[in-house]
């Protein structure tokens, strides 16, 4: 099992930045792959990105591709998501995901029910 914690979030400008961070704890961080997906107020969960158990292969939903930037650091059994050129419609919590890997294909990477771990969320919110 492993637990996940969100920081980083907050109120920002849009055109600003911010870099959310996912502490695990539990077992070995690298043999989970990673996601970060986000859920605005009368929305639906949206994948935002993933990394593979190493970190050489990332992924991303439509919407931040070229914006956002998913990196692990597995020393330190952290991930972070870099959000750069943040829009208002991008306002909304911010979880962090782990599934046990490594696991065949790469689509289900953009899919939460395929997650087992979730953290308890981190508010976003760009004004415009």
């Known amino acids: 099992q492993v637990q996940l914690v969100e920081s980083g979030g907050g109120l920002v400008q849009a055109g600003g930045s911010l870099r959310l961070s996912c502490a695990a704890s539990?077992?070995?961080?690298?043999?989970?792959?990673m996601g970060w997906f986000r859920q605005a107020p009368g929305k639906e969960r949206e994948f935002v990105a993933a990394?593979?158990?190493?970190?050489?292969?990332?992924y991303y939903g439509d919407s931040v591709k070229g914006r956002f930037t998913i990196s692990r650091d597995n020393a330190k059994s952290t991930v972070y998501l870099q959000m750069t050129s943040l829009k208002p419609e991008d306002t909304a919590v911010y979880y962090c995901?782990?599934?046990?890997?490594?696991?065949?294909?790469?689509?289900?990477?953009?899919?939460?029910?395929?997650?087992?771990?979730w953290g308890q969320g981190t508010q976003v919110t760009v004004s415009s």
């Open positions: 995901a782990a599934e046990p890997g490594p696991k065949y294909g790469s689509t289900w990477y953009g899919m939460g029910e395929e997650y087992r771990y």
């Open positions: 539990g077992r070995t961080f690298s043999s989970y792959a």
């Open positions: 990394i593979t158990l190493s970190g050489v292969s990332t």
